[in-house]
């Protein structure tokens, strides 16, 4: 069993920059694929970014390539994900998800067995 807990959402104004935490318990942190997901009002959840537990390679969605950048810190239990150059379109409920280390299908909801509970994410134009 893995404990998720996300922080550091909040209201920002387009063009600024917001840092969300997700701090796992229960695992050993490095045998999972971290994900961050977003759903915004009345629409799907989707896929943002994940990052692997070793070897740390990294995978965007489109929509966010450029702007944001998804780390860990396998000491600390700890994924993050640093936004930059926020927009309107970018505000959504923020979730991070774990799965296992070699799951490939990073972008499916249905894959991650463990979600947080989610931090609110508000870009105002």
């Known amino acids: 069993q893995v404990q998720l807990v996300e922080s550091g959402g909040g209201l920002v104004q387009a063009g600024g920059s917001l840092r969300l935490s997700c701090a796992a318990s229960?695992?050993?942190?490095?045998?999972?694929?971290m994900g961050w997901f977003r759903q915004a009002p009345g629409k799907e959840r989707e896929f943002v970014a994940a990052?692997?537990?070793?070897?740390?390679?990294?995978y965007y969605a489109d929509s966010v390539k450029g702007r944001f950048t998804i780390s860990r810190d396998n000491a600390k239990n700890t994924v993050y994900l640093q936004m930059n150059s926020l927009k309107p379109e970018d505000t959504a409920v923020y979730y991070c998800a774990a799965t296992a280390n070699y799951y490939n299908n990073y972008r499916i909801v249905n894959g991650y067995a463990y979600w947080g509970q989610g931090t609110q994410v508000t870009v105002s134009s």
């Open positions: 990052i692997r537990g070793i070897g740390g390679s990294t």
């Open positions: 229960g695992r050993t942190f490095s045998n999972y694929l």
